[in-house]
């Protein structure tokens, strides 16, 4: 069994600032891709922002230039910086990883969601 738990969001005014964590855990032989989705009411989960185990990432336009991505691989977790934070941000956050297992299975592992709101 794998386990993903966010933590981090909340309710920031406008021009604000959050930062996300997500660690997995469990039977975790190695972590591969991470990343952020997140998904406003009424809508489809969109991403945000992924990193590979290598440390390349990838951003929505949306985002870019205000959200960094980052992971410790030491300890399988990923971080999302969200600054300048705009009201359109407001969504549950996701995090997701790809996971090898210490069983030979490789799976897509979702955490709870975080919810973010951010005010005006």
């Known amino acids: 069994q794998v386990q993903l738990v966010e933590s981090g969001g909340g309710l920031v005014q406008v021009g604000g600032s959050l930062r996300l964590s997500c660690a997995a855990s469990?039977?975790?032989?190695?972590?591969?891709?991470m990343g952020w989705y997140r998904q406003a009411p009424g809508k489809q989960r969109d991403l945000v922002a992924t990193?590979?185990?290598?440390?390349?990432?990838n951003y929505a336009d949306s985002v870019k230039g205000r959200f960094t991505i980052s992971r410790d691989n030491a300890k399988n977790t990923v971080y999302l910086q969200m600054n300048s934070l705009k009201p359109e941000d407001t969504a549950v956050y996701y995090c997701?990883?790809?996971?090898?297992?210490?069983?030979?299975?490789?799976?897509?592992?979702w955490g709870q969601g975080t919810q973010v709101t951010v005010s005006s």
């Open positions: 997701n990883a790809d996971i090898h297992n210490v069983f030979g299975g490789i799976s897509v592992s």
């Open positions: 469990g039977s975790i032989f190695s972590v591969n891709a």
């Open positions: 990193i590979t185990s290598g440390g390349s990432t």
